[in-house]
């Protein structure tokens, strides 16, 4: 018995073959829902509907481009602006700042594994020099952003007091040095799947700058 998928193949593989046998156009039957009435008239109507659906997602990767190439400019603009700073510490409370201010997130901490002790008294800086959970550990040794919601503990870890009022949060390796952990009160800003390119580039431009003369970051053993 021949399966219905080897029959759509082979249509497939043959399109003319209504062309050289128009009988069989007789006996095709259309959907009842349609209001098509002929073939020819139905296919008319599929293409319509697949023309619109196809504008429609054009829609919505033009306003994805647009807003990706608003966000690019302003990351450059925030390298130029925190980059020229003399000191790691000043170059980070700078940084968090801008992050809050000028990029709408919620709450920003940058969890280090060691550095100066001045850094640890920057607002939103945390040192971990000796222990840190394990699943800090494997972020940071797989090297991939994470987004989403975490559990409560993880929320708590990262953020302190302003776990509770967070819903979602992307979690982003900076190199081997540690973890720049933004939060968010909607769980839907941070989500699974959602594009990471900028913030890969704010990863980098932090481990440059903490790479500079002045600068403290683990390399890899």
Not at 70 to 76: A, D
């Given at each position: 018995?021949?399966?219905?998928?080897?029959?759509?193949?082979?249509?497939?593989?043959?399109?003319?073959?209504?062309?050289?046998?128009?009988?069989?156009l007789e006996k095709i039957e259309l959907p009842h829902e349609t209001d098509a009435?002929?073939?020819?008239?139905?296919?008319?109507?599929?293409?319509?509907?697949?023309?619109?659906?196809l504008s429609v997602r054009l829609d919505q990767l033009t306003a994805i481009a647009g807003e990706n190439e608003?966000?690019?400019?302003?990351?450059?603009q925030l390298t130029l602006e925190v980059m020229s700073t003399r000191s790691i510490p000043t170059f980070l409370d700078k940084l968090l700042a801008k992050l809050s201010t000028d990029f709408g997130a919620d709450t920003v901490h940058l969890h280090l594994s060691g550095g100066p002790s001045a850094l640890g008294a920057?607002?939103?800086v945390s040192l971990h020099p000796e222990s840190r959970p394990e699943w800090v550990?494997?972020?940071?040794?797989?090297?991939?952003?994470e987004c989403g919601r975490l559990t409560q503990a993880k929320l708590e870890w990262l953020f302190g007091d302003q776990a509770k009022a967070l819903g979602s949060a992307a979690l982003v390796p900076?190199?081997?040095?540690?973890?720049?952990?933004?939060?968010?009160r909607s769980v839907e800003r941070f989500s699974?799947?959602?594009?990471?390119?900028?913030?890969?580039?704010?990863?980098?431009?932090?481990?440059?700058?903490?790479?500079?003369?002045?600068?403290?970051?683990r390399k890899r053993a």
């Open positions: 018995m021949t399966d219905k998928s080897d029959v759509i193949a082979w249509l497939q593989d043959h399109p003319e073959i209504f062309r050289d046998h128009p009988e069989l009435a002929s073939l020819l008239e139905y296919q008319m109507e599929r293409l319509r509907a697949r023309n619109t659906e608003k966000l690019m400019r302003r990351l450059h920057i607002e939103h550990d494997k972020l940071i040794e797989r090297e991939r952003i900076v190199g081997f040095s540690g973890v720049l952990a933004i939060g968010a699974p799947g959602m594009g990471t390119l900028f913030l890969e580039l704010l990863a980098n431009m932090i481990v440059y700058r903490l790479e500079m003369p002045g600068g403290e970051s």
